[in-house]
């Protein structure tokens, strides 16, 4: 975007130098507030929480500089993570004091005033010189008369040094200030764009999130994520227990009684024979339900290594799957359990989506060991493409590539898919061989 005073943009960024030398005395102000108050309340406890509020405070003033960027300057500046309350009276106290966010916004408003009353003048100077040139051959014919020591009477524009001046009231020197007006105009859109590029770099600065800031939230919402997720399998686990194999031992259980009494009272034995021959079909496949469900949990192959259960896995997928493991797999060492269950159900996830939902016809997975820290998972298929992260799932239960997403976060995995429209879709997978630090 050209920086001329005919664009836009040059004149929100002028804008902005108003509003925040508006805004930046009220947050000056706020910002003697807080030492000031702090002086005097330190010895109450009741104080302390005054000037914790305060500080927490600053980052609704954090909030209102960011959105004059983002509306004035075209700077978008991502919101810090929210404060969160931590349990506990003194901790408390202590995150709403110590709150990085808010000082991090104080310190932003206590060089915002300064800076803002430099750009501010700076730029309103030079578009004044630039307007009063190139206008002033309307209006320096109304300007006071002036005798000199010489008798001579002048008018408008002067420059003097000693005995020597100089006064530009002649048309060729008329239209030299015009000339220097045009090229003061010429200058003040890239002197205006510098100058709000400061207010740019100062709101990334200090009202972003830092690095440790969002390494924090993230973790904070992969635990919280995990912990929801666990809570909704165990959910599901108990809601299959109950409405699937509970019901169908019950009516084992029924048959039998039915076909012991039958035989207590000298009934029709083939009736019974008809009752335990159902029920031990019931009884078979409420087998088959708890391995299913104990499958979910943990997969049993999984005891034998991450490559025989992907490989067991593999095989019972309804398309031919190509396995690719590194022989350094083959005994697990050095990887948590945490780490090779989470590798299998991604993987289990990604070859189930490639055969239900992207018509693919063949899938190559790959696992590899790059380093004794990290472990590679890498699934293509030969899809339709278009796969997408949908957030959200029925009963809080995180469901396809979203909880994979979710559940890779909670160990610190990074998660890359590429599908363009028409295929192929590859995901790469990254985890940590360790859960711990």
């Given amino acids: 975007m050209s920086n001329t005073i005919f664009s836009g943009r040059t004149w929100r960024e002028y804008v902005y130098h108003w509003a925040a030398l508006f805004l930046g005395s009220f947050g000056l102000a706020y910002v003697l507030l807080v030492p000031s108050l702090a002086a005097g309340l330190l010895v109450t406890v009741v ?11 600053a980052r609704g003033w954090g909030a209102a500089w960011r959105g004059l960027a983002d509306g004035l300057l075209d700077e978008h500046v991502a919101a810090p993570p929210a404060f969160v309350r931590p349990r506990g009276f003194w901790r408390s106290l202590g995150a709403m004091l110590f709150d990085s966010t808010g000082w991090r916004a104080l310190l932003f408003m206590l060089v915002a005033f300064p800076l803002s009353i430099v750009t501010f003048v700076v730029s309103t100077v030079f578009l004044a010189i630039g307007l009063g040139g190139v206008t002033y051959w309307m209006w320096w014919r109304w300007l006071p008369e002036q005798t000199m020591d010489d008798g001579t009477v002048h008018r408008g524009f002067s420059i003097a040094n000693g005995d020597w001046y100089w006064f530009a009231d002649r048309p060729s020197r008329v239209a030299l200030v015009a000339l220097g007006g045009v090229v003061f105009l010429a200058i003040w859109p890239l002197i205006n764009h510098g100058l709000a590029s400061l207010a740019r770099m100062l709101s990334r600065g200090l009202l972003g999130p830092t690095s440790g800031a969002v390494r924090v939230a993230q973790l904070r919402a992969s635990r919280a994520a995990a ?25 084992v259980a029924m048959q039998l009684g039915e076909a012991q009494d039958i035989l207590a009272t000298g009934g029709d034995p083939t009736l019974a024979a008809d009752l335990v021959d159902v029920a031990h079909t019931s009884t078979k496949e409420a087998l088959t339900e708890l391995r299913e469900i104990a499958r979910g949990i943990h997969p049993p192959a999984l005891d034998d290594g991450l490559a025989v259960a992907l490989e067991t896995f593999a095989a019972r997928v309804p ?28 993987a289990a996830e990604l070859l189930t989506n490639a055969a239900k939902h992207a018509g693919a016809t063949r899938a190559v997975l790959t696992v590899e060991r790059p380093d004794a820290d990290s472990l590679h998972l890498r ?6 493409g278009g796969a997408v992260v949908v957030h959200g799932g029925q009963d809080g239960l995180r469901t396809g590539l979203a909880g994979l997403t979710e559940r890779i976060a909670t160990v610190d995995g990074d998660f890359t898919l590429t599908s363009p429209a028409g295929g192929p879709t590859v995901v790469d997978v990254t985890l940590p061989t360790s859960t711990r630090p």
């Avoid at 104080?47 to 405070?57: D, I, N, P, Q, Y």
């Avoid at 699934?379 to 339709?384: A, I, K, L, N, T």
Wanted: no cysteine; charged share 25%; aromatic share 4%.
């Fill in 47 to 57: 104080g302390l929480f005054l000037v914790g509020g305060l500080v927490l405070g």
């Fill in 227 to 251: 912990v929801e997720d666990a809570d909704a399998r165990l959910r599901r686990i108990e809601r299959d227990l109950h409405d699937g194999t509970q019901a169908r031992l019950v009516a």
């Fill in 319 to 346: 398309l031919p799957v190509t396995v690719q493991v590194d022989p350094a797999l083959e005994s697990d060492g050095g990887i948590s359990p945490a780490v090779r269950s989470i590798a299998y159900f991604t």
């Fill in 379 to 384: 699934v293509h298929d030969d899809g339709r």
